[in-house]
């Protein structure tokens, strides 16, 4: 896939006229096909794989809660749309994130350019010293937008993990109930909070 998105941005390239190819600097261009690439293939290919992977489990879980009561069923599925919506809430935040890092990626990409095609001039004016501090500078730029990425994606993953522990806990407390009122045997406590 990630193949097919290389192919297709070189046939754009090449179908683009002149003037229209040079609005753009070549640092923007190898960007697109490394950085916002590889973003695109761990944040949209990867989940689309996760999310075929999650639908069997939806159906072979439900198929099984529903086996043992209906009330579970319902249970999970009120919790499961919680877990699915609430996060929804912070998920501007993500896509904010995501783009600084894309948009300091493409900068990073832009000034190594610059800087390296500017070594003759800092070589013969005695300042090659100067491209150490530059390059410190950028990466000092990229990693502030990564640490970013990262907190903010944290947070969510950390909020995800909280509701996912008291949904559990609420699952178990009603197969606690089912079992008291002997509408499920004893063994299914072992069982439907991983199911849910």
């Not at 609005?23 to 590889?38: A, V």
């Not at 319902?74 to 890092?101: D, G, S």
């Not at 990693?143 to 907190?151: A, Q």
């Amino acid at each position: 896939m990630c193949t097919q998105i290389r192919v297709d941005l070189a046939k754009g390239v090449q179908n683009t006229e002149f003037e229209e190819y040079h609005n753009l600097s070549t640092g923007q261009y190898i960007s697109w096909m490394t950085t916002d690439l590889k973003t695109i293939e761990d944040i949209g290919f990867k989940n689309v794989y996760a999310l075929t992977g999650g639908i069997f489990s939806i159906v072979l879980s439900s198929i099984a809660l529903l086996q043992y009561h209906y009330v579970l069923l319902i249970a999970t599925f009120v919790l499961a749309a919680m877990m699915i919506f609430i996060p929804n809430i912070f998920t501007r935040f993500i896509q904010e994130a995501t783009l600084k890092l894309s948009k300091s990626n493409e900068t990073l990409t832009n000034k190594i350019k610059t800087f390296l095609e500017g070594f003759d001039v800092l070589y013969f004016a005695s300042k090659r010293n100067k491209l150490r501090e530059k390059f410190l500078t950028i990466n000092e730029e990229i990693t502030k937008e990564k640490v970013n990425y990262i907190k903010v994606n944290g947070k969510m993953n950390n909020g995800i993990a909280f509701l996912n522990i008291v949904s559990q806990l609420l699952i178990d407390l009603i197969t606690g109930l089912l079992v008291i009122t002997k509408n499920i045997t004893f063994g299914a406590i072992s069982t439907t909070g991983n199911l849910s």
